[in-house]
């Protein structure tokens, strides 16, 4: 069975500090791993993908097989990055597909 | 710009009520999903449609109903609502071609009583 485990549910940064928000998974197939975000009093968006390699708002995340891993970074918080963060992992194939696992979450607060 | 609306963004129902929250989208999306999300759980699927009148259990569907006659609505049915089902209920969709880039609703606070 998929899971989506993120062990922190609380951080706290000083703004300018690095961050790292961690995600582990378990899943027997090739995953396709999401971060989710929700700031305060917004919707649940998709923030990014493992796939497309890219960084948003100055986050990245790096998908490490060997450590089942995908862990959020920013070298520099922001107070804007304060919110709800997700990891998600995509499950493949048949009716599957477009079913998200989600984690517990975690919630980023970024202190000035 | 995609938009999910939910019906009610909050809700009060007595133990046995029948419950419906409904959930329309505006862009034509093939796939729509509902969500619980509890503190500590995170985000757990109840139910997904990937067409009109198809439906698929997720991976909490016990208690729970759902109806797709159209393809921009998607409901989910309490057919006897209890305490345990207090939570925040989360509508979403995405389109065939990128499934999970799903866009969702502001969410609707069931409180059962």
């Known amino acids: 069975a998929q899971r989506v485990t993120q062990p922190e549910k609380l951080l706290s940064v000083f703004k300018g500090a690095p961050v790292e928000l961690k995600c582990n998974y378990s899943?027997?197939?090739?995953?396709?791993l999401f971060w989710y975000v929700q700031y305060s009093r917004q919707r649940l968006q998709l923030l990014l993908r493992h796939i497309s390699r890219e960084s948003i708002k100055g986050f990245t995340a790096d998908l490490n097989k060997g450590e089942t891993s995908f862990h959020l970074k920013k070298p520099f918080a922001q107070e804007e990055d304060s919110a709800m963060y997700y990891c998600?992992?995509?499950?493949?194939?048949?009716?599957?597909?477009?079913?998200?696992?989600f984690g517990q979450g975690t919630i980023l607060t970024v202190h000035p | 710009d995609v938009k999910v609306t939910q019906s009610s963004r909050y809700l009060v129902k007595r133990t046995g009520e029948k419950v419906f929250l409904e959930c329309v989208q505006d862009?034509?999306?093939?796939?729509m999903f509902w969500y619980r999300q509890d503190p500590g759980l995170g985000l757990r699927l109840i139910y997904f449609s990937y067409d009109v009148k198809m439906k698929e259990k997720g991976d909490i569907p016990e208690g729970y109903s759902v109806s797709r006659e159209k393809k921009e609505r998607f409901s989910l049915i309490l057919e006897s609502a209890s305490t345990n089902q207090t939570s925040m209920y989360l509508c979403a969709s995405s389109e065939t071609g990128d499934a999970y880039e799903q866009y969702f609703g502001p969410g609707t606070r069931l409180t059962v009583t």
């Open positions: 998600a992992l995509g499950r493949l194939g048949g009716t599957s597909y477009g079913k998200l696992t």
């Open positions: 899943y027997s197939g090739s995953p396709e």
């Open positions: 862009m034509d999306h093939e796939n």
